[in-house]
């Protein structure tokens, strides 16, 4: 059964600081990997999707890499900026035809940054 | 604007109700979701459809039942409504089985 777990649950730091969140599952057997946000009392916005065949994914300050062998995934935020500050979730999508579509979410890290 | 949207956006109720919630994407989407969120913030794919068939059905409760009239919409109609089934509900669209979910802002269930 996939497992995703990730850590810190939740993090704080001062504005302008490089951060990495992580992100861990079980079962490598995957099809692709994706991050997203989620801020209070809203729904989720993608943010990199990263096939199993890829490595990384990059759109403006994040950086999402992946490991399918280890299982892991690692979300890096450049120059964090207050309005970083959400709650951030990966969610592996499985393989298999009854599974197809299927995300396995983690629990997410919630990510506070102080002006 | 192009978008997942649900309604309603709120519903308090109280036990052994009976209650729908709407979804439509405008995307273009051939596959559409339903997520549960709990308390503790975890989310858990409920119902998949694709074109209009149902492909992945959770261990979810009977009461819990997904009518998608056409690919661009599926609601989820729940019965006899439980203490339990107070979360938020998501609906989600993808243009297939395998690319991006575009989700919408839920609705946050409250049974009393």
């Known amino acids: 059964k996939q497992e995703v777990t990730q850590i810190p649950a939740a993090l704080s730091v001062p504005e302008g600081e490089n951060l990495v969140l992580n992100c861990s599952f079980t079962d490598s057997a995957i099809y692709n990997l994706q991050w997203f946000r989620q801020d209070p009392g809203k729904g989720l916005t993608s943010l990199l999707l990263?096939?199993?065949?890829?490595r990384e994914q990059t759109s403006g300050r994040l950086n999402a890499s992946l490991d399918k062998s280890s299982g892991r995934s690692t979300l890096y935020i450049a120059a964090s900026q207050p309005g970083d500050s959400a709650t951030y979730l990966c969610?592996?999508?499985?393989?298999?035809?009854?599974?197809?579509?299927?995300?396995?979410f983690g629990q997410g890290t919630t990510l506070q940054v102080k002006p | 604007d192009t978008a997942v949207s649900q309604t309603p956006k709120y519903l308090v109720t109280q036990m052994g109700n009976d209650k729908s919630i709407k979804c439509e994407q405008n995307?273009?989407?051939?596959?559409m979701y339903w997520y549960k969120q709990d308390s503790k913030k975890f989310l858990k794919i409920m119902f998949s459809y694709n074109n209009k068939e149902l492909i992945i059905n959770e261990t979810v409760p009977n009461r819990f039942s997904p009518k998608s009239p056409d690919k661009a919409h599926l609601n989820l109609h729940i019965n006899s409504l439980e203490l339990g089934d107070s979360a938020v509900y998501f609906c989600?669209?993808?243009?297939?089985?395998?690319?991006?979910?575009?989700f919408g802002n839920g609705t946050r269930l409250t049974v009393t």
């Open positions: 969610a592996v999508r499985l393989r298999g035809s009854s599974n197809t579509g299927k995300l396995i």
């Open positions: 990263i096939q199993s065949s890829q």
């Open positions: 995307l273009g989407h051939d596959t």
């Open positions: 989600a669209s993808s243009q297939d089985r395998v690319s991006p979910l575009h």
